[in-house]
């Protein structure tokens, strides 16, 4: 495992394993395995409606607490309740703290989120705090106006959408990238691209590691996740090589800033208009 120190001095694993997609048993035993594997950062949220199974996952896993770091995220509708989504959080985990806490859209009331955030990290509640897709002014609002910095931004990022400008801001001021949909959402075109193909011969590695490895030495966070024992193992098996500089290059030629997930008004008003009740879950 690589690992970023993080701008508040905590210890960060690089690649964790993202649990968006994965519900009830499946997710439970998708957590344990990818524990076993050697996986020690998982990430989860509320509006997943997979705590419950996180948590089980990590309790079948048989580690001890002190050596996971785990996320959480609050939903933009509880943001001015925010204390009561992060203990909520925490029973449906069955842990006590959290390692990131993300307010997970930049809609709503965000202060006010942000604020509680300042509050459960003083407390000791939360280690550090992060942001799910904002934009460069506000976050640099975050660096202005409070006195708890964000340590992590995390943001739709893959080779089709390198995501360099954000990048270069957030390293200014020792934010880490965070890349969701780390594999384009699993678009076949950019998994078999000739050059991605080429260097899976040159590596004997995968074409999803040649990419999951490109994001790590981009230094980004990478949340790649599986129902599958094997491919969790594969995903994690990418720190026993390194993509040349001239071939990190090639793969920088296929950014195009395309996105899979774009947002809009109307759907940030859909998310402050849902009010779920995240304990109805398995």
């Known amino acids: 495992m690589e690992y970023f120190t993080l701008n508040n001095g905590?210890?960060?694993?690089?690649?964790?394993?993202?649990?968006s997609n994965l519900k009830g048993m499946e997710c439970q035993n998708a957590v344990r395995d990818a524990i076993e594997v050697g996986y020690r950062h998982i990430d989860t949220a509320s509006s997943y409606y997979n705590e419950k199974a996180v948590g089980r996952g990590i309790k079948d896993s048989g580690i001890n607490r002190e050596e996971l770091f785990i996320t959480v995220k609050v939903w933009p509708s509880h943001y001015v309740e925010a204390h009561k989504s992060i203990e909520d959080s925490f029973r449906r985990l069955q842990i006590d703290y959290a390692d990131m806490?993300?307010?997970h859209h930049p809609c709503g009331d965000y202060?006010?989120?942000y604020q509680a955030f300042e509050e459960l990290y003083n407390d000791g509640k939360i280690k550090s705090i992060g942001l799910s897709n904002f934009s460069i002014p506000q976050i640099q609002h975050f660096l202005d106006d409070y006195t708890i910095k964000p340590s992590l931004v995390t943001v739709e990022a893959h080779p089709y959408n390198?995501?360099?400008?954000?990048?270069e801001y957030l390293e200014k001021y020792n934010l880490v990238m965070e890349a969701w949909y780390p594999l384009g959402h699993g678009d076949k075109n950019?998994?078999?691209?000739?050059?991605i193909l080429s260097l899976s011969k040159k590596y004997k590695k995968s074409p999803v590691q040649i990419i999951l490895r490109w994001h790590i030495q981009m230094d980004h966070s990478v949340l790649?996740?599986?129902k599958n024992k094997d491919h969790i193992f594969d995903n994690y098996n990418i720190f026993d090589f390194n993509i040349e500089r001239e071939d990190m290059g090639k793969i920088a030629q296929l950014n195009k800033n395309q996105l899979y997930k774009e947002f809009d008004d109307a759907m940030w008003n859909r998310f402050l208009d849902w009010h779920p009740d995240f304990d109805d879950q398995e």
């Open 190 to 195: 950019l998994i078999q691209e000739p050059i």
């Open 224 to 226: 790649p996740s599986s």
């Open 101 to 103: 806490a993300i307010v």
């Open 10 to 19: 905590i210890k960060m694993p690089m690649l964790g394993f993202g649990t």
């Open 162 to 167: 390198s995501q360099y400008i954000l990048q």
């Open 111 to 113: 202060d006010a989120c």
